[in-house]
């Protein structure tokens, strides 16, 4: 089956964000207890009221959306669901080199208690990497593709890694940032080749930075290939700091086929560490989130314009 795709301009603020927030925020290890899994909670709702602020400033409701786990961010879902925002929810396992269902074979109940418009999955896949592996996951991936695909359910939110083996590293003299210029664009457009030949049909591609609008091309047309005219690609921040992420929405902006980004650490990072330490009120950093991710769309949709795409 053909995906059916999605068309419409789409503004993600993401915090689903589990794994990083226990160790990079918090600094935990281990099982969590009840208090902190609490303040996690707490953390991740001063992000989604940054959200709210955005839109009561000017950020169309329609074109935006927030991206979080069941895990920290239920109640999250839940509002936001009931307050008619597009929403999307995690479905993979947090920090796992290969991926797998946080919920096991349970995973479809779990989406349909929230009913989000995206089931959104993070999957590490180079096609240079393990093929066992990789036919693995792609199985995994297919199985909840097929799910998806049926009437009435989510969109499906396929956000692709391609971390560098060690070989490719070394192709490069150990430079990730040449390998990201150099050698990741082929690696990715061969990474959504052999997973749509394996039955997985995402509505959209969720690509990490591209430097280059020829890359960003060549990543719209193997995501639309053989009839998939309506898949779309968005851009993600991966944690880079503002220039880098500015430059990647300036260009991504100006291809036809993406729609927008998804951009979330580089958005609350820094005003969620300040407020915890407690150097800036719980109203700064809400503020000074929604700041962020309102000039983020600022810069993809004049982009766009300035472009005429």
Same mark, same amino acid.
Request: hydrophobic residues 40%; aromatic residues 10%; contains cysteine.
């Given at each position: ?87 999307? *929810?995690?479905?993979?396992?947090? !920090?796992? +080199? =290969? ?8 995973? $479809? %109940? ?122 779309? *690609?968005?851009?993600?921040?991966? !944690?880079? +700091? =503002? ?8 260009? $991504? %902006? ?56």
């Amino acid at each position: 089956m053909a995906p059916r795709g999605y068309k419409h301009p789409l503004y993600i603020l993401p915090f689903d964000h589990r794994g990083s927030f226990e160790s990079g925020m918090f600094h935990w290890h281990g099982a969590l207890t009840s208090e902190q899994t609490a303040q996690i909670a707490a953390a991740k709702q001063v992000i989604y009221d940054g959200f709210k602020a955005a839109l009561a400033a000017g950020v169309r409701q329609e074109d935006a959306g927030i991206l979080v786990d069941e895990q920290f961010g239920a109640e999250i879902l839940r509002d936001a669901a009931a307050s008619g925002y597009h929403i999307a *929810c995690a479905v993979e396992k947090s !920090g796992q +080199d =290969e991926f797998d269902f946080e919920y096991g074979n349970d995973f $479809a %109940a779990h989406i349909e208690a929230f009913h989000p418009t995206f089931a959104k999955v993070l999957v590490r896949y180079n096609p240079e990497a393990d093929t066992t592996m990789n036919q693995r996951q792609a199985a995994r991936l297919k199985q909840l593709s097929d799910y998806l695909q049926q009437a009435n359910r989510s969109l499906f939110m396929f956000e692709l890694l391609v971390p560098a083996e060690k070989s490719q590293l070394d192709n490069v003299n150990g430079d990730k940032k040449a390998y990201d210029q150099k050698l990741r664009p082929a690696l990715m457009v061969r990474a959504i080749q052999e997973l749509q030949d394996a039955g997985v049909e995402p509505d959209i591609w969720k690509i990490e930075g591209l430097d280059s609008r020829e890359d960003c091309e060549k990543i719209v047309a193997v995501a639309q290939r053989d009839g998939r005219d309506a898949v779309r *690609c968005i851009i993600l921040g991966r !944690g880079e +700091d =503002e220039q880098k992420v500015r430059e990647w929405l300036t260009t $991504a %902006a100006t291809v036809s086929g993406f729609i927008g980004f998804a951009v979330g650490r580089t958005d609350f990072w820094d005003p969620l560490v300040a407020w915890r330490e407690n150097k800036q009120t719980r109203e700064a950093a809400v503020s000074q989130i929604a700041g962020h991710y309102s000039e983020f769309v600022k810069i993809f949709e004049q982009a766009r314009r300035n472009s005429a795409v």
